[in-house]
């Protein structure tokens, strides 16, 4: 079982940032995948980045890509994501989510992901 727990949210105006925690703990967390998904009110969540175990390698969606950076300690058990630039469409609830395996086809699909954090809300104001 591995348990996640987000944190960093908060209101910001457009053009500032944010940083993003998102510690994970149980048996096996450090081995896992961890990505960032948000979800707008009405809308489908969506895939924001993701990261390997080791860090050596990220993915990010192609609306973020350039303004924001994942990134992890695994000696802390956390991942983080750095959002600069932020724009009102950034507004959402930030979840970290967890999976085994690297698979760039897979990484964007929420239902490959097998733990869910409760979420953080990022509001950024115009």
């Known amino acids: 079982q591995v348990q996640l727990v987000e944190s960093g949210g908060g209101l910001v105006q457009a053009g500032g940032s944010l940083k993003l925690s998102c510690v994970v703990s149980?048996?096996?967390?450090?081995?896992?995948?961890v990505a960032w998904f948000r979800q707008a009110p009405g809308k489908e969540r969506e895939f924001v980045a993701a990261?390997?175990?080791?860090?050596?390698?990220?993915h990010y969606a192609d609306s973020v890509k350039g303004r924001f950076t994942i990134s992890r300690d695994n000696a802390k058990n956390t991942v983080w994501l750095q959002m600069n630039s932020l724009k009102p469409e950034d507004t959402a609830v930030y979840f970290c989510a967890a999976r085994s395996n690297w698979v760039v086809g897979e990484l964007a699909l929420t239902a490959e992901y097998d733990y869910w954090g409760q979420g953080t809300q990022v509001t950024v104001s115009s």
């Open positions: 990261i390997n175990w080791s860090g050596s390698r990220d």
């Open positions: 149980g048996r096996t967390g450090t081995t896992y995948v």
